[in-house]
Structures are given as structure tokens and as C-alpha cells.
């Protein structure tokens, strides 16, 4: 008995590490203050003070952030940045941040935001507002690039790289592309003579249904989460879009096996030349133009997202650039930000990294369309773009969305059923 | 510990004829000198115990009673919640949810209401994996524990899956049962493994049982090799059949080892994240309590602490479970023939 008393314990202290360890570490977050006015607390503090800082983001998969930095370092000797690079993965990057703001870390002075992040750093009162003397002149910048950065009507950080959705279609076969939903749904015969599959986008449960399912609910005039920041998703708008994807799943235009989708599997479908229509980032084109195992190099096209009567409602993506409250360095993070979001950088980041531009007449600059054909169609994808909802709750948001979507795709819900669920939800994830 | 440090005052002294008061004042003073040292040499590892162990779960057990930080509704700002008694525990156990009219049981889609589902799932997933695993690894450690030419190949072949990271190994069988996957493919099927719950499930518990088989068959190997031969010769002599020999030599024999193999990968299934995370993500019914809690740390620490905590009971539960009533046979006897060895 004595053995195992003693083994339980060990058991015990052992399961109870595991367990709990990965939990500690988290304090309460919270603290900010209310700043209605002027800028209070750690925002308004070292506004005016230049030294060496700190630029953090994820894994610098295309090389594009170190040559800035050298650069910036060149011209400004006495306020080098120092770049820390975060892993490749979004959320450990995510959790990476919130310690470190928890930790109230002065040596994270810039740091790049994933847009659906913004609102909750902003809330949690870590991100400094970019008003009075640390202002952000958004003077160019595509408007709902911006609106991914402002909460409450206050700007927390500057647009720095975009993406939109867009409709990759076979000219081969469909020489017009759909402009609306109804269209492409009409165009679905060529594909059953053709023995392919019609429509395809991201309707696996993940980030990337919630995207999807945003873009058909902002398309058809839905909202999910209403201007004054409270769940809207219940109307007949709503309803209608999402039925959209529903009846198609029912008649096959989208196929069944799309319910295990994510871009990777569409992409491929498409390259394969065995899907008519797919909705995707800009990424594909490239792939499809140049990947050994594409069939359709020279026979796809691309345009804007069908909508309602015109282009529809894309969902954005893309990152901010924003400062931290506790930089000790402010002035230098300020025109740090101003420096990686200058059109000169934009046009660098498009042209070395294919990341989109953030400012509009970056996308009629005759270069880079030669380089990146697809930016036109993009321009016009975020330019009707809605930013997926701005909520500081945003991870509990878009579960209520995925989870909600998924069951009316597959048909175990009603689509009334799931969207009286999913505004429920929405409602308790934003009181906690 | 003083019963380690007995023999060694005994083995100590000249004679063992002396007078008993000498004795018992060496014996102290030794001890004391002994346990001084004893403790100096424990405090080191005591304190990393206590900041890699103790700390964070006196910590999150008092995060846990605190209430996640709720949003001012004029600012937008976060704001403390401060201290919430039981309400994380009940928001959990009852799936409660704050709503914005008052308190009432938590919606779809929220993770709240997906507690019970996602235990219901962990024990499910946990009872038939580790239920394959004990038969298909007791057959494999039979195989393994025969003579024959290439064993020691086998035993290195087999031990293949077990040292592949599980990440790796749940982005590779997401590869085999997507849609045009090697599975669909190989068997003309057109399953969607993915889509829908009980196809999710079987994929899942497939890449389990291939992952942690070879583990639990090295366990069950070892038992087995504690069995000396001379017991099946006399059993052999006696006329015993093979199946005899079975049931009645090496059963009861290994059940010390197969039910410490049992626990530990009881413990280690309930605990079970990265094959769904990566597979399924969680969907289809197959979100298990340890994906529920990472799911909730991104939302609120404080809640997800209660959940870990309540996550630690069951298995805590279950771990007693097996020692007191089920494998206390098998701790005691086996550290008995360790002795005896």
C-alpha cells in the first residue's frame, strides 16, 4: 500500500505538471486605462525619446525584412533596429507577443500584428494609439486596410502588407468570368460535361472557413459583428449568403469532399485541372503558372470575387506594423513605422516577397503589374474587401463562426439553426 | 530514508558487540551529520521541482479562481475581472456561459459548450487506442521476444513509428487520409476521412495505434524477458499446451509490466492533442480536453487554468483508479521481484 501511495503521488505531481505548466506564466491581462482624451499611462511616456530599437515578426520567409533593417541601420547610426525573428508558425508567434506585453518588455518597440490581432493588443491597452504626437498619416492606404487597424475609432497601427481573396477560373472553358454568384452557380453544367468539379474555397473548420464563410455572408449584405461592435449575424442578409454555400454543397456544384479543404487541397484540385472555379489568395497564381504538376498553366484567368450584383466582399488579410506602449524609444519606432511602410518599401516588399501593397497607387505602377499580373484583380478584391470582424475576442469569434458554418454545410443544422447559434455564441464570446 | 542510512551506521561501527547507549549516540550523531548532508544535497533539485512544478500549479490553481479580463464597455479596454470563487469551475462543469442576457447555458460554438463532448471524446479515443494497443503490442513483444536470425533488426524496425515526432506523424497521416490521399486511393474508396465524425475517429485512433503500439509492445517486451525459461520447461514437462503456458505462465507474470504499460499510456491517451489537433483540428467530434484547453488559453487564461485543473482531476482519477484498485498488485510485486533480483 506504502508503494502506492507513494506512486500516486508521483503520478499525481507528474500528470498535474504536464497539465498545468503550460498554463503558467499567464498573469491578468488587462490594465490600459481609459484614454478617452490625450494619450495617459505608458502611452504617454518616452513620446519624444530616439536610442537603438527592437522590430519583431514571424520567420522572414522571403528575406524581405533584412535588407530594410540594414538599410534603416545605414542612415541612422545612433537608433539602430535590431530584428527579432519570431517562428513561422501564427500562433506561437501570437503567444509569443502576449507574454512578452504581459512582461511589459521595453525591448519590443515594433512589432508586426496578424490584422485579426489588432483589436485584442489594442484592448488589452498594449499597442500605442497613433494619435497626437505619435500620429500615422494614412493619406493612400486602401481604406479597409486600414480599418483592420483601428479599434474604436483609434488608429493602433499601421497597414503594412495586404491580401484579398480572389476567383481563379479556366478562360479555357468559361472565356467570361462569373461576376455574380448566381452566374458562376450557372455556369456549373460546363464542368459536369466536363467531368470536373464546379466551385471550390476553404470549408474545412479552420481559420480559413471563417473567412470564407465572412466573405459569402458580407457578400450577400450580412454582417457578423455590426458597427457598434455587436453580433448582427441573425438576418435574412446573412441568411442568404450562407445559404449560398449551403445549396451549393447540396446540388454538388461545390463537391463534398470541398468539407475537407483548406488552400492547399484546392490549389492542387485546380492544378489538376479538376475544379472549374476556385477562390484563393494571389499565392496560387504564381504556382499554377510555373508548378511541374500544373495542367492548366496557360488556361486559367483570374477575377474578382462573384458578389451579389457586382465583386464580392472579400475577406483581408495581411499584417499591421504597431509600437508597444513600453518602448523606451518612441520618435525612432515612429519613423520606423513610417520608413517600412513608405512606397518605396511597399514597392519592395511586392516585388522581392509578393506581399501586396497596402497603398493604392502602388497597384497601377506599371513594374510591378508586369511582375505580379494578378494585381489589378487584387486591387479591386480589397477595395470591396470587409475586414474579418474586429473584435479583442476574435479567437472566441471565429470558433463561434467556424463551428456554427461547419454544421450548416454539412447539413447537420439548419442554416436558421446555425445562425441563431452563432449570433448566441458571437453574443457570450464578447461577455466573458 | 532512514532505512537506507541504518545498514550503513551498523556496517560503520568496529564491533557489534558494543553496549547499546554507545550505539545509540553514534547512530545520532551520524544521522544528524547525515541528514544535514542528505538535505544539502536534495535542496537543489527541491528548488527546480518547486520552480518547474509547484510554482506554476499553485499558480494556475489561483488563476483559475480569478476571473478572465471583461471589456469595458465604454473605453474597449480590458479590465481585471478579479476574483470569481468557483465560477470558472461551474462555467466548465455545467457549461454556464455569460450572456448578454444574464447567465444561461452556453451556445453552440463556444468552447464552453463543448466540455462534456470533449470528454466523452478523450475517454472514447483513450479506451479503444490503448485497447489495440495492449493486444496488437502483447503480440508484437511475443514475436519480439523470440530467437530467431534478425530479431534485433525487428526490435530496431518496430521501434520506427515510436521515434518519428508525433507532429510529424500527424501531418503524414493527414497526407494519407486526405481525399486524394494514398488511402482513398489505395483501396478505390472515396471516404472523407476528415468530413464527418466516425471516419474522423478511426482515422485518429489508426495513427495513434500506429504510433504508440511499438512503445507499449518495448514495455510488455521487457515483462516478458523477466519470465525465466526453466518455468515453461517445467510446464512443458508437465504437458501444458502452448495455450496453457499462456494463460497460466505468462499472463499472470507480466501482468506487472502490462499494467504499468497500461497506465502509462492511459495517462499519456487522456493527455492526447497534437494527432487531432494536427489532423482534424478538432472538428468532427474529435476535440479532446487537452485541445479545449489550448483552444481557451487563446480566449482567457484564468478559465483555461480551471480547465487544466479539472482536466488534472479525471486523470488524476482514472491514475488512482489504476493503482489502488487495478495495478496496486502490479506496483508492489514489482518492485518486489526488483528486490529479489
Known amino acids: 500500500m506504502k508503494h502506492s501511495r507513494k506512486f500516486a503521488a508521483l503520478a499525481a505531481a507528474s500528470v498535474l505538471a504536464m497539465t498545468l505548466a503550460a498554463c503558467g506564466g499567464g498573469g491578468s491581462g488587462g490594465g490600459g486605462g481609459g484614454n478617452s482624451g490625450g494619450l495617459s499611462g505608458d502611452a504617454a511616456a518616452n513620446l519624444d525619446a530616439r536610442g537603438p530599437i527592437t522590430y519583431v515578426q514571424g520567420k522572414d520567409n522571403s528575406n524581405v525584412v533584412r535588407p530594410l533593417v540594414d538599410k534603416w541601420n545605414a542612415s541612422h547610426p545612433n537608433e539602430k533596429v535590431t530584428f527579432k525573428e519570431q517562428s513561422d508558425k501564427a500562433d506561437q508567434q501570437h503567444d509569443d507577443l502576449v507574454q512578452n506585453f504581459q512582461a511589459k518588455n521595453a525591448s519590443y518597440d515594433v512589432v508586426d500584428v496578424d490584422v485579426v490581432w489588432t483589436a485584442e493588443f489594442a484592448a488589452k491597452g498594449w499597442l500605442q494609439p497613433l ?38 477560373y479556366r478562360k479555357d472553358l468559361v472565356p467570361t468570368p462569373p461576376k455574380t454568384w448566381d452566374e458562376m452557380m450557372g455556369m456549373c453544367p460546363i464542368a459536369k460535361k466536363n467531368n470536373m468539379d464546379c466551385y471550390a474555397g476553404q470549408f ?67 492544378e489538376a485541372g479538376k475544379l472549374l472555379f476556385l477562390r484563393n489568395w494571389p499565392y496560387v497564381y504564381n504556382l499554377a503558372k510555373t508548378d511541374g504538376s500544373s495542367v492548366v498553366k496557360d488556361k486559367f484567368g483570374i477575377a474578382p470575387l462573384p458578389g451579389k450584383d457586382g465583386p464580392g466582399a472579400s475577406s483581408l488579410g495581411g499584417h499591421n506594423i504597431a509600437m508597444s506602449v513600453y518602448s523606451k524609444h518612441k520618435a525612432t519606432a515612429m519613423d520606423f513605422m513610417k520608413f517600412m511602410t513608405s512606397q518605396e518599401t511597399e514597392k519592395f516588399y511586392a516585388t522581392q516577397g509578393s506581399l501586396a501593397p497596402v497603398r493604392a497607387d502602388l497597384y497601377a505602377d506599371a513594374d510591378l503589374v508586369k511582375q505580379l499580373p494578378y494585381l489589378p484583380v487584387l486591387l479591386t478584391s480589397i477595395k470591396n474587401a470587409v475586414p474579418r470582424p474586429v473584435s479583442p475576442f476574435y479567437p472566441a469569434v471565429t470558433q463561434a463562426v467556424q ?23 458571437l453574443g457570450a464570446a464578447g461577455s466573458q | 530514508m532512514s532505512m537506507q542510512v541504518e545498514p550503513q551506521t551498523r556496517r560503520g561501527k568496529k ?6 547507549e554507545n550505539k545509540e549516540v553514534g547512530q545520532d550523531r551520524k544521522q544528524k551529520t547525515q541528514g544535514k548532508v542528505a538535505l544539502l544535497l536534495i535542496v537543489p533539485s527541491l528548488i527546480v521541482l518547486g520552480i518547474v512544478i509547484v510554482y506554476p500549479v499553485i499558480d494556475a490553481i489561483v488563476m483559475s479562481l480569478q476571473k478572465d479580463a471583461g471589456l469595458d464597455p465604454v473605453t474597449g479596454s480590458f479590465v481585471a475581472g478579479g476574483f470569481a470563487g468557483l465560477y470558472n469551475y461551474i462555467h466548465w462543469i455545467f457549461e454556464q456561459c455569460n450572456t448578454p442576457n444574464g447567465q444561461a447555458s452556453c451556445p453552440a460554438g463556444t468552447l464552453g459548450s463543448q466540455f462534456w463532448s470533449a470528454t466523452g471524446t478523450t475517454f472514447l479515443l483513450t479506451v479503444i487506442t490503448v485497447a489495440l494497443e495492449t493486444v496488437i503490442g502483447f503480440w508484437m513483444a511475443i514475436i519480439m521476444s523470440r530467437t530467431f536470425r534478425g530479431r534485433s533488426a525487428l526490435r530496431a524496425a518496430v521501434l520506427v513509428p515510436w521515434a518519428i515526432p508525433t507532429a510529424v506523424t500527424a501531418k503524414l497521416w493527414f497526407f494519407i487520409f486526405a481525399f486524394d490521399g494514398i488511402a482513398n486511393t489505395l483501396f478505390h474508396t472515396s471516404i472523407l476521412w476528415t468530413g464527418s465524425e466516425v471516419p474522423a475517429r478511426t482515422a485518429i485512433i489508426i495513427a495513434d495505434v500506429w504510433k504508440t503500439t511499438p512503445f507499449m509492445a518495448l514495455l510488455i517486451l521487457a515483462g516478458l524477458q523477466m ?61 479532446t480536453l487537452s485541445i479545449l484547453v489550448v483552444n481557451q488559453i487563446r480566449i482567457g487564461f484564468n478559465s483555461a487554468a480551471a480547465l487544466s485543473t479539472i482536466t488534472f482531476l479525471i486523470i488524476f482519477i482514472v491514475a488512482f483508479i489504476f493503482v489502488r484498485f487495478l495495478g496496486a498488485n502490479a506496483v508492489e510485486s514489482a518492485t518486489n521481484s526488483g528486490k529479489a533480483k
Do not use: C, H
Not at chain 1, 474545412?204 to 464563410?213: C, H, K, P, W
Not at chain 1, 454539412?410 to 442554416?415: P, S
Open chain 2, 227 to 287: 519470465i525465466p525459461d526453466d518455468v515453461y520447461e517445467a510446464a512443458k514437462v508437465d504437458g501444458a499446451t502452448a495455450w496453457q503456458r499462456f494463460t497460466q505462465i505468462t499472463l499472470p507474470l507480466v501482468k506487472p509490466a502490462l499494467m504499468v504499460a497500461i497506465l502509462f499510456r492511459t495517462l499519456d491517451a487522456l493527455r492526447m492533442y497534437d494527432l487531432p489537433a494536427i489532423m482534424t483540428a478538432g472538428a468532427n467530434g474529435t476535440t
Open chain 1, 204 to 270: 474545412a473548420q479552420y481559420e480559413g472557413l471563417t473567412v470564407n464563410a465572412a466573405e459569402a455572408i458580407n457578400t450577400a449584405g450580412g454582417v457578423i459583428v455590426g458597427k457598434d461592435g455587436k453580433p448582427a449575424v441573425n438576418t435574412p442578409e446573412a441568411k442568404a449568403g450562407l445559404n449560398n454555400l449551403v445549396q451549393a454543397f447540396k446540388d454538388g456544384n461545390i463537391p463534398k469532399q470541398a468539407i475537407t479543404y483548406q488552400e492547399e487541397q484546392g490549389r492542387q484540385s485546380f
Open chain 1, 131 to 168: 494619435k497626437g504626437k505619435t500620429a500615422f498619416d494614412t493619406t493612400g492606404f486602401l481604406p479597409a486596410t486600414v480599418a483592420t487597424a483601428t479599434y474604436k475609432d483609434t488608429l493602433y497601427a499601421a497597414p503594412q502588407t495586404s491580401d484579398g481573396g480572389i476567383l481563379y
Open chain 1, 403 to 425: 463551428v456554427n458554418a461547419y454544421a450548416a454545410l454539412k447539413g447537420d443544422k439548419t442554416v436558421d439553426q446555425a445562425l441563431t447559434d452563432m449570433q448566441a455564441a
Open chain 2, 15 to 20: 564491533g557489534t558487540g558494543a553496549g547499546l
